[in-house]
Nanobody, 123 residues
Framework: QVQLVESGGGVVQAGGSLNLSCEDS????????LGWFRQGPGKEREIVAS????????YYADSIKGRFTISRDVAKGTVDLQMNSLKPEDTAVYYC????????????????RGQGTQVTVSS
């Protein structure tokens, strides 16, 4: 049973925008930290950003700061990632994840992960 359901990926030209949305369909992870990581072709997993239930959000990847905005709506059970000024290097599968940990690293264990949504940025 998929608990985290992502949507919003696609193909966009460099400089364009996409909004990714993730729904915690069963509200199973309402008290967890929700966020996103991405994995590009041939690359290691990269933590992107996360938000606590209270709305405290953290951006981890320096390359996305100032371009991506994460937001969480606890009532709706969603966490969104607005991505602007996209670059070819943002091409990756983006995964919505949930964790009890408030500070994420590449080794963070996630209680749940969505199926992933492909983002492709063409030059």
């Amino acid at each position: 049973q998929v608990q985290l359901v992502e949507s919003g990926g696609g193909v966009v030209q460099a400089g364009g925008s996409l909004n990714l949305s993730c729904e915690d369909s069963g509200r199973t992870y309402s008290t967890h930290v929700l966020g996103w990581f991405r994995q590009g072709p041939g690359k290691e997993r990269e933590i992107v950003a996360s938000c606590t239930r209270s709305g405290g959000c953290t951006y981890y990847a320096d390359s996305i700061k100032g371009r991506f905005t994460i937001s969480r709506d606890v009532a709706k059970g969603t966490v969104d990632l607005q991505m602007n000024s996209l670059k070819p290097e943002d091409t990756a599968v983006y995964y919505c994840v949930a964790s009890r940990s408030t500070s994420w690293t590449a080794d963070t264990w996630f209680a749940a992960r969505g199926q992933g949504t492909q983002v492709t940025v063409s030059s």
